[in-house]
């Protein structure tokens, strides 16, 4: 199943955080290591730790993070933009933001792909699990595909939604 519909978007993004969050919080008897990558300001930082990998870059105005937890996850801030990426299980997340945009993305899984782009003034979510891929691209809408995903994009006001 696969479907766009702009209405109960503001549910979804705030029950599907949670449920990343939960995710990501929960321990596990063999943690993989944590790479931590916080740019805020005109910075730049980058880890790799076994299987964790992370890359944050920001200018002065802006700020980016980057979590790999057993995967690789990416950040990149232009002029006045946040961005965030989470990576956990073999997933990876990548989230590219300027011009007062703040997308985050939230990989999950093996084979999970996130591709965050923020172009355009306002928030945007894309959450994939293992096998999925979610594209956000700022101007045409977001994509969901080959697994389960979601993705919800205040830069176009609309989402999707991939239950396969």
Do not use: K, W
Request: hydrophobic share 45%; aromatic share 2%; charged share 5%.
């Amino acid at each position: 199943m696969h479907t766009q519909n702009p209405r109960h978007l503001s549910i979804l993004i705030g029950a599907c955080a949670i449920a990343g969050g939960a995710v990501l919080l929960a321990p596990t008897a063999n943690a993989a290591p944590v790479a931590e990558c916080r740019a805020p300001g005109a910075a730049s930082a980058a880890m790799a730790m076994n299987t964790s990998q992370c890359s944050a870059d920001s200018v002065g105005g802006s700020a980016a993070a980057a979590y790999g937890i057993d995967g690789t996850a990416t950040a990149t801030a232009g002029p006045q933009a946040l961005a965030l990426a989470i990576a956990n299980g073999g997933g990876t997340a990548t989230s590219t933001a300027r011009g007062l945009s703040g997308p985050a993305a939230i990989a999950l899984g093996p084979g999970a792909t996130v591709n965050a782009q923020g172009v355009r003034p306002g928030l945007s979510i894309g959450i994939a699990g293992a096998g999925a891929q979610v594209t956000i691209d700022g101007t045409a809408g977001p994509t969901c595909t080959r697994g389960p995903a979601f993705a919800g994009d205040f830069q176009t006001l609309r989402g999707c939604l991939s239950t396969q």
